[in-house]
């Protein structure tokens, strides 16, 4: 499976990582990749349904961070603490922008299908095209428009 952490404001990968699928690798794997990230003040972090699980929000709040996960329809670990602000929606509608890096992985990147086999291999591949996605985000973003 492959992971990126996106900042919300540009749009661009900040970490990545491959891992072997199991049932809670995208949990895990974005605590470990918050760590890693440097930071001067608390962050907020998005993510799908997927992510509202009670130990995953309850290790997010522990590590500093804001969880702006979507919400379960029934039981549901995010409270009104989080979501009465305007960040929790604008953080909502942000949050897809990461599928426009996995599009752009698959379609350009050449990763849909990748001809490497091994996990160090692929992850090499994967961070790489990261990078490349990156270079090409940051022309687009600096280029003024007409």
């Known amino acids: 499976m492959g992971h990126v952490v996106m900042e919300n404001r540009n749009g661009l990968a900040v970490g990545a990582r491959l891992t072997q699928a199991t049932g809670t690798a995208e949990r895990d794997t974005a605590l470990a990749?918050?760590?890693?990230?440097?930071?001067?003040?608390?962050?907020?972090?998005?993510?799908?349904?997927?992510?509202?699980?009670?130990?995953?929000?309850?290790?997010l709040r522990e590590d500093g961070a804001t969880p702006h996960v979507a919400r379960k329809n029934r039981y549901s670990a995010i409270d009104g603490r989080t979501t009465r602000y305007e960040a929790y929606n604008v953080s909502q509608r942000k949050r897809k922008r990461v599928e426009e890096i996995f599009g752009w992985l698959k379609t350009i990147g050449m990763i849909r299908k990748t001809r490497h086999r091994g996990l160090p291999r692929v992850d090499w591949i994967f961070t790489f095209a990261l990078a490349a996605y990156n270079l090409v985000r940051i022309r687009n973003l600096s280029v003024a428009p007409a």
Do not use: C, E, N
């Not at 890693?36 to 699980?53: C, E």
């Open 33 to 59: 990749l918050l760590q890693d990230i440097p930071r001067l003040k608390r962050i907020t972090v998005s993510g799908d349904k997927g992510y509202d699980v009670g130990s995953f929000v309850d290790a």
